[in-house]
């Protein structure tokens, strides 16, 4: 079992540095879906990612047709804010890998697409009024550890022991 973020075209660097640190540090597979609003040898890119980019599993798709085609028959989540189903009501703990889909932080995701697969849409409740939608390595992050959360946290450490602990 294997958890995977897509990333739809993303625009911004630093969030794709942020959310390949998240990816590394819980063992989740990431896949860009081209075209990129950057390089991924951008420095920005790399300072958000620090010195983790080299530890993630990265995969770039030339288009979302071609990532379509390795997720198969697994399941598939699309976030977004227009679901109206709660992310948090799924369940991620069936022993198969799950693939969460994030859209390009100015449009999301293809609005026809979403339409045909509005049954995978997944949700993060929020205060509409306030704002219009999260910030995308945040909710990255958010819907990652409820996976992980629901699966008992596979392969990660649950608690370390760092040397000069500040809890000892």
Request: hydrophobic fraction near 35%.
């Amino acid at each position: 079992m294997l958890n995977h973020v897509a990333l739809f075209e993303p625009l911004i660097p630093t969030n794709t540095g942020n959310i390949s640190r998240t990816c590394a540090a819980t063992n989740t597979a990431l896949h860009l879906i081209e075209p990129l609003g950057f390089s991924t040898d951008d420095k920005h890119l790399k300072r958000a990612g620090l010195d983790y980019w080299d530890n993630v599993d990265i995969t770039y798709h030339k288009s979302l047709e071609d990532f379509l085609a390795v997720v198969g028959d697994e399941p598939l989540h699309l976030i977004s804010k227009f679901s109206h189903k709660i992310y948090s009501e799924e369940n991620f703990d069936d022993g198969r890998d799950h693939y969460f889909l994030f859209g390009k932080e100015t449009t999301g995701l293809p609005e026809e697409f979403m339409r045909e697969n509005e049954e995978k849409c997944l949700r993060l409740p929020m205060n509409d009024t306030h704002v219009r939608s999260l910030n995308l390595a945040n909710t990255v992050v958010t819907v990652v550890y409820e996976a992980l959360r629901q699966q008992g946290y596979p392969n990660l450490e649950l608690t370390h022991h760092y040397y000069n602990d500040k809890l000892d």
